[in-house]
């Protein structure tokens, strides 16, 4: 089943690979821990925009919404129960993100995505049921230590697995499966809004079981890593799966770094503590900003609430949705901008492309919202409310095909084997508190700040594109193992911690 092939060379490293059917199905089968993650992302905007779920279990809002005149245009959904109804699961996948470092470390990133596929499952079934606010937001929480676990060991997974040449890409699969599962949402949500009876906001939260269920039944068929296997003990059979995937005899050079690698890792006892050490600051600090930055970009703000912000804009119910679809679109179709170009123009030069593309955006955005859209009147007319949707389309893009998926690509491929568990926990860790804080934030900051949220997104994304410019180094085609000596250590500022 393999599909070409190729020789990776890096100065004395050489390892041979083909694209071979088990790489391609692996990858395929652990990706959909992104469906599961962006399904989740995607539905709850959907459905605390949905009259029947507002009145259920928010019936202030629900009074609030049906009574516009009386508030203003930016405070409609204020409200800190509504708000942790979506940031809850954040708030749980962080949490969930410190357990789950040892678990894939001693268990491998095989058996950590099946927990996490199991957990997701559970905490479906308890938010479609649910018939108070308590229980649903408990759904929630259960929903969050899946989307931790999986985001821990999916990426890590992913960028072991591939093979140097097409690491990127094949990382990518996970972002693009948010995407995908962001867009599938939006749709099911724009359908289940037109069911009559009041009961399309579970159809919806039930659907999450779909991709969950995915994740669990190709956990239960791919092979764990050959790293993961190696490092914790069972040589003869990393070594088998080293070859399956490679689909060469010659494994030898790529093993032999492994095992130097695995060397290294048992003799560290204490991942977190190690993660402090010197030589593994640069990849820790570039982990935590880049989380950081990916959040305060805004994405998360417009993609959890689309339908809310469209209907703050103006849009009718169903107008906002069928926007929400729009842009969930452009996001997975961006995506596959980033699967084609980030193995072929480099990390460095999408990030940069894109903090241009989402600044322009974002101001554009600001000022339209500031001229025309007050707070008890509304001067936003059908071209400009449109020139609104285009200019998120246009954020979106940028987005999709740089921080989204290099946010989780970078972090992922840069850690040392021994901290590489530990490091992604920390970086899952701070993607999700910095998730929490939007999530929890965005309506109040929408409420008090009014247009200028989106001036203090765009000030966010001329500080990450300084940061860019002279901190994150070029990861494109550099051995996963080698990552200290080819990367770090031929870096201007970094090279000091090495």
């Given at each position: 089943?393999?599909?070409?092939?190729?020789?990776?060379?890096?100065d004395?490293?050489?390892?041979?690979?083909?694209i071979?059917?088990?790489?391609?199905?692996?990858?395929?089968?652990?990706?959909?821990?992104?469906?599961?993650?962006?399904?989740?992302?995607?539905?709850?905007?959907?459905?605390?925009?949905?009259?029947?779920?507002?009145?259920?279990?928010?019936?202030?809002?629900?009074?609030?919404?049906?009574?516009?005149?009386?508030?203003?245009?930016?405070?409609?959904?204020?409200?800190?129960?509504?708000q942790?109804?979506?940031s809850?699961l954040?708030?749980?996948?962080?949490?969930?993100?410190?357990?789950?470092?040892?678990?894939?470390?001693?268990?491998?990133?095989?058996?950590?995505?099946?927990?996490a596929?199991?957990?997701?499952?559970?905490?479906?079934?308890?938010?479609?049921?649910?018939?108070?606010?308590?229980?649903?937001?408990?759904?929630?929480?259960?929903?969050?230590?899946?989307?931790?676990?999986?985001?821990?060991?999916?990426?890590?997974?992913?960028?072991e697995?591939?093979?140097?040449?097409?690491?990127?890409?094949?990382?990518?699969?996970?972002?693009?499966?948010?995407?995908i599962?962001?867009?599938?949402?939006?749709?099911?949500?724009?359908?289940?809004?037109?069911i009559?009876?009041?009961?399309?906001?579970r159809?919806?939260?039930?659907?999450a079981?779909?991709?969950?269920?995915?994740?669990?039944?190709?956990?239960?068929?791919?092979?764990?890593?050959?790293?993961?296997?190696?490092?914790?003990?069972?040589?003869?059979?990393?070594?088998?799966?080293?070859?399956?995937?490679?689909?060469?005899?010659?494994?030898?050079?790529?093993?032999?770094?492994?095992?130097?690698?695995?060397?290294?890792?048992?003799?560290?006892?204490?991942?977190?503590?190690?993660?402090?050490?010197?030589h593994?600051?640069?990849?820790?600090?570039?982990?935590?900003?880049?989380?950081?930055?990916?959040?305060?970009?805004?994405?998360?703000?417009?993609?959890?609430?689309?339908?809310?912000?469209?209907?703050t804009?103006?849009?009718?119910?169903?107008?906002?949705?069928?926007?929400?679809?729009?842009?969930?679109g452009?996001?997975?179709?961006?995506?596959?901008?980033?699967?084609?170009?980030?193995?072929?123009?480099?990390?460095?030069?999408?990030?940069?492309?894109?903090?241009?593309?989402?600044?322009?955006?974002?101001?554009?955005?600001?000022?339209i919202?500031?001229?025309?859209?007050?707070?008890?009147?509304?001067?936003?007319?059908?071209?400009?409310?449109?020139l609104?949707?285009?200019?998120?389309?246009?954020?979106?893009?940028?987005?999709?095909?740089?921080?989204?998926?290099?946010?989780w690509?970078?972090?992922?491929?840069?850690?040392p084997?021994?901290?590489?568990?530990?490091?992604?926990?920390?970086?899952?860790?701070?993607?999700?508190?910095?998730?929490?804080?939007?999530?929890?934030?965005?309506?109040?900051?929408?409420?008090?700040?009014?247009?200028?949220?989106?001036?203090?997104?765009?000030?966010?994304?001329?500080?990450?594109?300084?940061?860019?410019?002279?901190?994150?180094?070029?990861?494109?085609?550099?051995?996963?193992?080698?990552m200290?000596?080819?990367?770090?250590?031929?870096?201007?500022?970094?090279?000091?911690?090495?």
């Open positions: 089943m393999a599909g070409g092939g190729f020789t990776t060379s890096s004395d490293t050489v390892f041979e690979a083909r071979t059917g088990a790489v391609i199905i692996s990858c395929i089968m652990a990706a959909t821990g992104g469906l599961m993650f962006g399904y989740d992302i995607g539905i709850s905007g959907g459905v605390t925009s949905m009259p029947s779920f507002l009145a259920e279990f928010f019936p202030d809002i629900y009074r609030r919404v049906q009574q516009p005149a009386a508030e203003s245009n930016y405070c409609k959904y204020d409200n800190q129960k509504l942790l109804f979506t809850s954040y708030l749980a996948a962080l949490v969930a993100s410190m357990v789950a470092s040892p678990v894939t470390r001693q268990l491998g990133r095989k058996q950590t995505m099946l927990l596929g199991v957990v997701f499952i559970v905490g479906t079934a308890l938010s479609a049921l649910a018939g108070s606010l308590i229980l649903l937001i408990l759904g929630r929480i259960l929903l969050g230590c899946g989307v931790g676990f999986a985001n821990q060991a999916v990426p890590v997974f992913l960028s697995i591939a093979p140097t040449r097409i690491r990127g890409a094949l990382n990518i699969m996970f972002q693009l499966n948010i995407t599962g962001i867009f599938i949402a939006n749709l099911v949500n724009w359908k289940t809004a037109q009559a009876g009041g009961y399309g906001w159809i919806s939260l039930a659907g079981g779909v991709p969950a269920l995915m994740l669990t039944i190709g956990s239960l068929i791919v092979d764990d890593t050959p790293n993961s296997l190696i490092e914790r003990g069972f040589e003869e059979e990393g070594k088998v799966v080293l070859r399956k995937i490679r689909g060469v005899e010659n494994i030898g050079p790529e093993y032999e770094d492994i095992l130097r690698a695995c060397k290294v890792a048992k003799e560290v006892k204490s991942p977190f503590k190690d993660l402090m050490k010197s593994n600051r640069p990849p820790l600090i570039i982990a935590i900003f880049m989380q950081v930055f990916q959040q305060l970009t805004g994405i998360n703000a417009i993609m959890f609430y689309a339908p809310v912000l469209f209907s804009l103006g849009f009718h119910s169903d107008a906002s949705l069928y926007s929400s679809v729009i842009t969930g452009v996001n997975v179709l961006s995506t596959l901008v980033s699967v084609y170009f980030v193995d072929k123009v480099g990390r460095r030069v999408l990030l940069l492309e894109a903090c241009v593309q989402m600044f322009i955006s974002q101001i554009i955005i600001g000022v919202l500031g001229i025309k859209l007050q707070d008890h009147s509304d001067n936003l007319d059908k071209g400009f409310a449109m609104v949707v285009v200019m998120v389309c246009t954020f979106v893009a940028s987005f999709a095909w740089s921080w989204g998926p290099l946010g690509l970078v972090p992922s491929e840069t850690f084997l021994e901290t590489r568990s530990a490091g992604q926990s920390v970086t899952v860790f701070t993607n999700m508190l910095f998730t929490f804080i939007v999530a929890q934030g965005f309506l109040s900051m929408l409420c008090y700040l009014k247009f200028g949220i989106f001036l203090f997104f765009s000030a966010w994304i001329l500080i990450m594109g300084i940061f860019t410019v002279f901190l994150i180094p070029e990861t494109k085609n550099v051995p996963i193992e080698d200290a000596d080819k990367v770090w250590r031929q870096h201007w500022f970094w090279n000091k911690y090495m």
